[in-house]
């Protein structure tokens, strides 16, 4: 009997001692001062997206500057010129940049052409304390891992959620839909409606290219399908065998879900990116819209926002009888192969990615990555969004976009031809199908399995 | 010139020597000239093309292996988007460039007939603005006021009773959209230019037809056109060339949607080379574009010289 009790408090101080260890830790206070080296005169410079963030790593690195003597410039550009910027200094074996944050499609694409670091050492020979490395949200953990390497800290964390104006919502005592069906009811429901006269439906991203590329691999899960044959959400391996299953019965059905959703989107919605769809939800003239969680802040700021206090987001909504799998994406800070500094580009990254740090991040309006600004109170009660963000990261896929080498060009390749049928030049089965055929060569020319 | 080189006396051999002197200073002084040609002409000239012969990727290593003609096979295969691109080239230069030059004319001939209207000066310098300004950000600019939903440009419309329009959104405007956007930003470059024609134009002539009973149009086919041809020549190569690098509009309004309907040669190169780093069939794709430019910029030519 003594025994079995003393089992039962051995088992009870296993399981309790490391979260008790690992909260205490996180409470801890890090000493930068003794932490960072000094890197008086140097400059660090960092190449990301001019996401909404931009700024908040602006309010945020005076505090490096101070502490190591370093100047820290940030240099941000479109999501295309990113990553073109970013690849053409890798090409060139550039030492320009330190720090480059990178889209988490091109994690694979970024190792495999050996222009980013392998962070495993570093956060190896660095106190656990202070990168917490498990702090980080599983799925994004993931994202960051190419076979086996560390591509970058997982620090810039995207959900899609589905952003509705709850106002209008409880009005018509409506709540948030889960199915497919729910959502073109409920965006019929407002568009045209002489109750909400200018109003619409719902707003998505439609532009040609890489907009609408990346909506289509943001639905397929949701319709029951999966890009390629071996990549699916609980696959041991996503890419052993990568035939194209662009033009399945699910794939072409994503494109005539797109066309049907166009009747019930603003004027001009073909040609709406992230920045339009987000602008038309923000203008009070959209009732939903399905948007990565970093612009939630802007929802939420009443300059930038009509809806500031008028909307709430819910988890993504999915084919009837599907577990929804809401997209998840965002950004890892790595470290390029060719920066000069790099004792003084892991110290920046370490710093900034660190869970103090990371909770001023968020505070400034950064997305929250890590599990402790998920469940932080002070955040919580700040931010109560971040429940559905925890609520999407428990069922999010990793590989929900390809991380593949390729997976730009394929990403572009999808988005180009889903235009083409959106705008009825092509048949969603023949832009598919074109779209599966070039994907295929271009998977053959990078020599990868595929079984059909 | 014959008959005296042969009634010349034989040259010394000083003079030879004087003469080798001259060649080579002369090669001497034109040699940066040669060089930089070469290095930066016909080098990258000739390193396209051999590109354009293989299948090189530059984010790829185990590319770059030679594929002959495989680019422009694909290039031109019916139904590619490099196609529709060549197409919608095509279709604004044929419809932006005539319509650039008719209103420049009509512009210039304001501005003309105006000129000793005293602040004419200030006015002329207003309205070349357009051309002032970074194609990059008046891309940017213009998508803000086409935006459908929030632009200026459909408030004004509604504000007048007219419909709103989907602009740079629906296959079917954008196309007009980016052709107006052309010539609200490129037509003061002509009137400049046809204007500069107009004032060369000696009094004399106009004087002499007015005496001799000539009506406005005989003034304006017989003086004006025939002597400003030149002019409008020049303009239409300049703009012609400008529209095949048509780029920067695209980038910031439409990336060649919806459903490649803005779709142009520079841009699809674009995409290729750097977006995909292809650079392959982006070589193949602006080395079609070169051809093409030169061959319409003869044509052109020869038109301004009849």
Sequence with gaps: MEQRALRRVGAFLAIVLPVLLIATASLAEVDWKAELGDHSGKTLRVIMIADPWVTAFEKINPEFEKLTGAKVIIDSYGYDATHEKQVLEGTQKSGAFDVIVLDSPWVGEFWEAGYVEDLKGYIEKTKPEVVEYDDFVEVFRVISDWKGHIVGMPFGAYFVTLDYRKDLFDQEGLTPPTTFTEWKKIAAHFTGNKKYPGMYGIAMNNLQGSPVGQAWFEYIWNLGGKPFKSCYPGSADPYADVTPMIDSPEGVAVVNLFKEMLQYGPPGALSMAWDERAQAFASGRVAMVSAWSVRTPIFLDPNRSSIADKFAPAVIPAKKGLKPVPPVGGWVMGISKYSKQKDLAWDYTKWFTSVDIHKKFVLAGGPPSRYTAMQDSELVSKFPWFKTIEKSAAMAYADCRPRIPESFEIISTVGIYVSRALTGELSAEEAMGKANAQIRDLLKKGGYNMSE | ?306
């Design chain 2, 1 to 306: 010139m014959v008959r005296l080189w042969l009634n010349h006396r034989p040259f010394s051999i000083q003079e030879r020597l004087d003469v080798q002197a001259t060649s080579r200073q002369k090669l001497f002084f034109i040699a940066p000239a040669i060089v930089y040609l070469l290095a930066f002409s016909v080098f990258p000239l000739i390193y396209s093309l051999t590109v354009s012969l293989t299948d090189l990727n530059i984010a790829r290593p185990h590319t770059g292996s030679f594929i002959g003609a495989g680019n422009y096979i694909r290039l031109f295969t019916p139904g590619s988007l490099f196609l529709k691109a060549l197409y919608n080239t095509f279709f604004i230069t044929f419809i932006a460039i005539p319509a650039e030059i008719i209103l420049g004319y009509f512009i210039a001939r304001l501005f003309y007939t105006a000129r000793d209207v005293k602040g004419i000066s200030v006015l002329r310098t207003v309205y070349i603005i357009p051309i002032m300004i970074t194609p990059l950000i008046f891309g940017l600019t213009w998508s803000y006021i086409l935006n459908p939903l929030l632009g200026i440009m459909n408030h004004i419309l509604m504000l007048l009773h007219l419909s709103p329009q989907p602009w740079f959104g629906d296959p079917k405007t954008a196309i007009y959209s980016i052709i107006g956007v052309d010539i609200w930003q490129w037509t003061p470059f002509v009137v400049m230019l046809i204007l500069a024609g107009l004032l060369n134009i000696s009094q004399d002539l106009f004087e002499a037809a007015e005496v001799d009973g000539a009506s406005w149009y005989h003034k304006v086919f017989h003086i004006e056109v025939p002597l400003i041809k030149r002019v409008i020549g020049i303009a239409l190569i300049i703009r012609l060339m400008d529209v095949f690098r048509m780029f920067d509009l695209i980038y910031a309004s439409t990336k060649g949607g919806p459903g490649g309907s803005t779709e142009v040669v520079s841009f699809f190169a674009y995409r290729e080379s750097f977006n995909y780093y292809n650079t392959g069939i982006g070589s193949s794709a602006s080395l079609i574009a070169l051809v093409l430019i030169i061959f319409l910029s003869m044509l052109f030519v020869r038109f301004s010289r009849e």
